[in-house]
């Protein structure tokens, strides 16, 4: 893809996205998007320094975070990461400084266009308990539980750090914490990354791709802009601890950086998978992957 290409996607959110490893077939299936000022979503950051990265910014001068899940097909099992915003939608007056305009409601179509009913899902992991990544999830219909097969995944840090209180009460007979390491789904295992919340998780998936193992690395809130694998120092507004964050950050684009690995980041407008490239003077650079479906 040219370079002109690539930036046009860096200033709109991801439409429905798929990269295959192996037997895995991923797909980002999107919900909405979020608007990030970036003078307040980096704490710091000057106008004079969003001239550097204006081919990332909206008509509002916005970075534009994608909002929605990544849905990981393996035989007849299905696993969602993330469920979104829901549906429903503020205006940017509505939000916080930090933020502009934030929405979502668009999951359950992008599933069905990719031929998934949310009953025939049977894991959903968490990254983290906020709104724009559990927004579908506990929703029900008048028929029952939307994701009515689901059994939910998140970091025990995050369920005992408050967790519990987040989830319905209803629904805690089908929460699987898990720690550090963990299996979660065929191939799949949690890896602990704190700093955004407290017991943030990633997750990581080793699979045979043809030619050698290779790995995907979800990112979570770890990211959520290209930007920062380039500075992975700037502090974010609502990381829940900053230098915990940005020593998670720092060391999780240097893992990345590992040959043979993809990464999936879900908040990257429209370049939501990529690899991480070290560049010659000694940083790294976010590359988005081209062939994608």
């Known amino acids: 893809m040219s370079p002109s290409r690539t930036a046009q996607r860096l200033n709109r959110p991801s439409p429905i996205r798929t990269h295959t490893i192996g037997e895995y077939r991923l797909t980002h299936v999107p919900d909405g998007l979020v608007q990030l000022r970036p003078t307040g979503w980096f704490p710091g950051l000057t106008a004079a320094d969003t001239d550097g990265f204006a081919d990332h910014l ?20 299905a696993l969602l990461i993330d469920t979104g915003y829901g549906p429903r939608r503020l205006a940017a007056g ?12 668009g999951l359950l179509g992008s599933l069905a266009d990719v031929g998934r009913e949310p009953a025939g899902i049977d894991t959903i992991a968490f990254t983290h308990l906020h709104d724009d990544h559990v927004g579908w999830a506990f929703l029900g ?70 030619e050698g193992i290779e790995r995907l690395i979800i990112a979570g ?22 230098a915990t964050a940005v020593r998670t950050r720092t060391a999780f684009v240097q893992d990345a950086a590992t040959p043979g690995t993809v990464v999936y980041a879900g908040h990257f407008a429209d370049v939501v998978f990529g690899r991480v490239r070290a560049d010659q003077d000694g940083g790294h650079v976010w590359d988005p992957l081209t062939d994608l479906t």
């Open 58 to 77: 909206d008509a509002d001068g916005c970075l534009v975070a994608a909002i929605g899940g990544l849905l990981v097909e393996y035989g007849d099992r």
């Open 94 to 105: 509505q939000t916080h400084p930090a933020l502009g305009e934030l929405g979502g409601g």
């Open 141 to 210: 219909t008048d028929r029952g539980p939307l994701f009515s097969s689901a059994s939910f995944v998140l970091s025990a840090a995050e369920w005992q750090g408050g967790g519990a209180g987040q989830i319905p009460a209803a629904l805690h007979d089908r929460v699987r914490p898990a720690v550090d390491g963990e299996e979660v789904f065929p191939g799949i295992s949690l890896r602990e990354t704190p700093g955004h919340t407290g017991g943030h998780a990633s997750y990581v998936l080793t699979a045979d791709g043809g």
């Open 221 to 242: 809130d770890v990211l959520h802009s290209p930007l920062q694998v380039a500075h992975p120092q700037w502090p974010v507004f609502f990381d829940s601890d900053a």
